[in-house]
């Protein structure tokens, strides 16, 4: 499944380690937006990590939103991702 990863926090460092985790395991739509297909097994092991990172930040806002197959044709999207979203398989 398709997920919308996005999150607002304040401090440079704790947002500088999500940045530094997601991209590692999605793609980059905006600053502060990434997209990822992954299993709901995979998701809740990002979703702990995201957690984890943010454990000491002060408000910190994070989501995680599924996108099923017939709302991803849906989405209404203007302009270029920073990243374009592509399987990739690495050997």
Known sequence: MKYIICYDIKEDRIRSRIVKYLEEHAFRIQFSVFSCKCNS?????????????????NNPLLMIIPVCKACDSDILMHGKPLEEDRNVIIV
Do not use: N, P, S, V
């Not at 097994?41 to 930040?57: P, S, V």
């Open 41 to 57: 097994k995979e998701i809740k092991g990002i979703w702990q990590e995201l957690l984890r990172i943010t454990e000491d930040a």
